[in-house]
């Protein structure tokens, strides 16, 4: 019998370019998980949660991100 993926999830890419825009934001800004969490203020715990698995963040949530690390227009086209 063949292999299929049914039972596996797909990983979409932008997951990942979502991660590693905020990632290289933090770096940039020399900001912590926690720092960043308490600037957009979410709890330590969520914010975590939704690197770990960025495909349930929310819309609002991802712009404050974004907005708090300075990430140009550009950036944040490609993800969208």
Do not use: Y
């Amino acid at each position: 019998m063949p292999k299929t993926n049914l039972c596996k999830p797909r990983v979409d890419p932008r997951c990942n370019e979502t991660k590693a825009l905020i990632l290289a934001g933090m770096a940039r800004k020399d900001m912590p998980r926690k720092k960043l969490a308490e600037k957009v203020k979410l709890p330590i715990s969520t914010f975590n949660d939704r690197m770990r698995n960025p495909e349930n963040m929310r819309l609002g949530e991802l712009w404050l991100i974004l907005d708090a690390l300075n990430t140009s227009e550009e950036d944040k086209r490609k993800i969208v």
